[in-house]
């Protein structure tokens, strides 16, 4: 048996069928909803284990790419947690009466807060009412009175004292809104306005000097006069207290008994009872001066002093059933940590206890706070900010300028409240491996981490599953039901986007998109269940979305502007194979390469490689091939043979070393002299040993291969040769199946240079004799003689 025959493969191996008729069910509609998730058992494992440890640190980072069901499966395993634990407690803010730039945060118990808010209200409403009714009542009248004739006939005695040291000075003491003031006597009578105006110089000098001497004079009897003022308003203070304490209580002693377990509640009715009794005046109807108070100007209170006696009903949970779930798209500080807002008054920003807002970690206090990494590591001071609340099992809110440093004008800081929740990170291995490395505080956070894989094994109970899914998700969504050859189909889907025969995709997005788009093309053409027919439309229409580029490159090779040879045999030139892509679309291209030996500084020169043109990747396949040909055909003499090679026409970077037996054959032909053929493609990667190692993109890479001779005509002898290893991953579409079974498209899988050089040239390798010497008429032994001639001539 020749080589192409023993590595051909059959079309049976070209991709993993599956068979609607081993279905039980005759569409989707048969099946029962799917429940929990496919696919994912250690991820499903940990977050278990994850949502039941309720200690510090043990925090959730969840990681995979979008679309293996990772934000829906959180979301719902922390909702099934959430209905066993109990409703958290309600928060409110209110006004610190002893240090009012620090609100207290009080607790209740869930639900009982709004009461709480109502009470305090009602008693307000009351006590505005009341209060200024006390203070015109009879009683109150009579006992002020009472005090106030005590207090004007001290005042009077002392009044008539200081007139009568006045006189001595002719002067005497009359009231005004000022107070009392001195006014000059001229023949026992007081002096007019007319008549001090008529005064001299002299007599203005000679009253002065007198003015100044009573004043010294009557020093005393003025200090009398305002103590016993200051005793007047005492007294007329304490009637207030002692009055409006009744009614406060009177108002307040329902409240009292009512709150008398929460000692915080208990201890805030009392200090807003005294601050009531002690702001008293601000009740009082009118605020009017009276006698005693002439010396001493009132000032109307302004409503915002009211403002104190307002509830903030920071958090309420009266409306919720069990623990909360928060699911926080914007991640910003303020976001998370809550903020306290200012208002603009009379050109100044003003603030207080009632506009502390409430942030994501107050609202999932006693649940859980589902994050985006990505979103939250966007935002400035929002990670630190999420790992000093998580530290510190407390929510501190703070204003963002006082972490900048910058300075700002008074504001407040808020009792912080006690935090007991669990966060749930949801990201990539790429962040979780940047922050498990580079931030301490990282991995004594989030201590689980559930790494939701993008592929399952395609077995029965998956299939079965996957079934399922589509069932749920047509019913959730309204959909149209999918026939067993439909769900066939997206079975095949699903094991393409897996790359591999015996595994499905858990990028369960990918399937969901066709679900849609195939109800829509059955929508279009009036169907009322969706076969095999229509899936297969969605997904080629989905593709001829986005493969322009795609067939802009295959019309420059068909045309001559790209140069690729379909025919024929050529030395030190061969078809290579890559992957391209547009990020939702990938699709394979033909490239290629050429190698030039001649005699010189031994070794590989890569042009690519040379103007920085590949990367690390394509630079170590490099440096295998140089050990390949060192450990093969240099053993008893040095090489003397400089290599070059190139991809052609390729004018961006290119990495990996997938087409690294490429670029082996094509050396091997440029030395051995032995032309390969230009029909047959190349991909895999090649190690020190000549043992070919498997590839990504295989099916790319062949079907772009296919579609480029089906352009220019199938010949029958077109094909590619691939790793053997990546036989598993070929999940390739039904038209180069079907040219396989022609004869008219072939693919080649190899696990050894030696197999592929043949394949590629109808001569063997060649294999060591007794003598240690390849035969003749073999690759190796050309290519030997060929480094020995270049040896012998350089010795000479």
């Known amino acids: 048996m020749s080589m192409k025959e023993k590595c051909r493969l059959k079309p049976n191996q070209l991709t993993r069928i599956c068979d609607a008729d081993c279905f039980y069910f005759d569409s989707t509609a048969d099946l029962e909803p799917l429940r929990g998730i496919i696919g994912q058992e250690r ?116 009044i008539n004292n200081l007139n009568s040291i006045a006189k001595k000075f002719g002067f005497i003491f009359k009231d005004s809104e000022q107070g009392l003031v001195t006014i000059p006597l001229v023949d026992n009578r007081p002096l007019t306005q007319e008549e001090y105006e008529k005064l001299t110089e002299e007599q203005l000098s000679k009253l002065k000097e007198l003015s100044e001497k009573l004043d010294f004079e009557t020093l005393g009897a003025f200090n009398e006069l305002r103590e016993v003022e200051e005793k007047f308003n005492e007294y007329i203070r304490n009637l207030d207290a002692e009055i409006g304490r009744v009614s406060v209580n009177s108002a307040l002693k329902n409240l009292i008994e009512k709150y008398r377990a ?200 998956s299939v079965y599953k996957m079934a399922q899914f589509i069932a749920t998700h047509c019913e959730r969504e309204e959909l149209r039901h999918f026939s067993k050859t439909g769900v066939a189909r997206l079975l095949e889907y699903s094991s393409r986007l897996a790359d591999h025969q015996n595994k499905l995709s858990t990028r369960f997005n990918k399937i969901v998109e066709v679900l849609y788009e195939a109800d829509a093309w059955a929508e279009i053409e009036n169907k009322f269940i969706i076969t095999e027919e229509e899936v297969e439309k969605a997904i080629q229409q989905k593709e001829c979305r986005y493969n322009k580029y795609e067939e802009k490159l295959n019309e420059m090779i068909e045309d001559g502007t790209l140069l690729i040879d379909f025919e024929g045999k050529k030395t030190g030139q061969i078809n290579g194979l890559a992957v391209m892509g547009t990020g939702e679309y990938s699709f394979g291209k033909p490239s290629r390469i050429t190698v030039s030996t001649y005699r010189g500084k031994p070794g590989i020169i890569s042009i690519e490689r040379e103007i920085k043109k590949s990367g690390s990747i394509h630079a170590k396949g490099i440096m295998i091939l140089s050990g390949y040909l060192g450990a093969k055909y240099a053993q008893e003499e040095p090489m003397s043979l400089a290599v070059s090679i190139s991809f052609e026409q390729n004018y961006s970077t290119i990495d990996g070393d997938s087409a690294s037996s490429t670029e082996l054959f094509a050396i091997l032909s440029s030395i051995s002299g032995i032309a390969i053929k230009q029909y047959i493609a190349v991909t895999g990667s090649v190690n020190q040993k000549g043992e070919i190692q498997p590839i990504g993109g295989v099916n790319e890479k062949i079907e772009g291969f296919y579609d480029i001779c089906y352009t220019k005509g199938l010949t029958g002898s077109q094909g590619v040769i691939i790793p053997k290893q990546n036989l598993k991953n070929l999940m390739l579409k039904k038209e180069v199946i079907k040219a396989v079974e022609e004869n008219k498209f072939h693919i080649y899988a190899i696990e050894h240079v030696d197999e592929g050089i043949e394949i590629l040239t109808d001569m063997p390798a060649g294999v060591k004799n007794q003598v240690d010497e390849y035969p003749k008429g073999t690759i190796n032994y050309l290519v030997t003689e060929k480094l020995r001639e270049i040896a012998t001539n350089k010795s000479k």
């Open 43 to 158: 991820a499903v494992d940990a977050l278990d284990f994850g949502f039941r440890v309720n200690r510090k640190g043990y925090n959730i980072y969840i990681a995979g790419i979008g679309g293996t069901g990772r934000n829906s499966y959180a979301h719902s395993i922390a909702d099934k947690m959430a209905r066993t634990m109990k409703i958290p407690s309600d928060w409110v803010y209110v006004y610190n009466f002893k240090k009012p730039n620090k609100p207290k945060a009080i607790s209740f118990d869930a639900g009982d807060a709004v009461y709480f808010k109502r009470d305090i209200e009602n008693a307000m409403k009351q006590l505005k009412k009341e209060l200024p009714l006390v203070f015109v009542s009879t009683e109150y009248e009579i006992k002020k009175n009472k005090i106030f004739k005590k207090f004007q006939h001290e005042n009077k005695e002392i």
């Open 262 to 461: 929460n000692s915080a509640v208990a201890e805030y009715i009392k200090d807003f009872e005294e601050d009531i009794v002690d702001n008293i005046d601000n009740f009082k109807k009118n605020n009017k001066k009276n006698v005693a108070q002439t010396l001493i100007p009132q000032a109307k209170p302004s409503e915002s002093f009211f403002n104190r006696y307002n509830i903030n009903l920071f958090i309420d949970n009266s409306d919720i059933k069990y623990a909360p779930i928060v699911n926080e798209t914007n991640p910003t500080f303020y976001n998370i940590l809550g903020a306290i807002e200012y208002k603009s008054e009379m050109g100044m920003l003003k603030t207080d206890f009632m506009q502390i807002k409430v942030g994501a970690l107050h609202l999932a206090n006693g649940g859980f706070l589902i994050i985006n990494v990505k979103e939250i590591l966007a935002q400035p001071f929002a990670w630190e900010t999420l790992k000093r609340a998580l530290k510190t099992e407390a929510i501190n809110i703070e204003n963002i300028n006082t972490l900048t440093g910058n300075v700002v004008s008074s504001s407040l800081k808020p009792e912080s409240i006690p935090l007991k929740l669990k966060v749930i990170l949801v990201g990539d291995m790429n962040v979780f491996h940047a922050l498990y490395n580079f931030d301490d505080d990282f991995n004594k956070l989030f201590k689980i981490m559930a790494d939701f894989d993008v592929e399952m094994d395609r077995t029965e109970d």
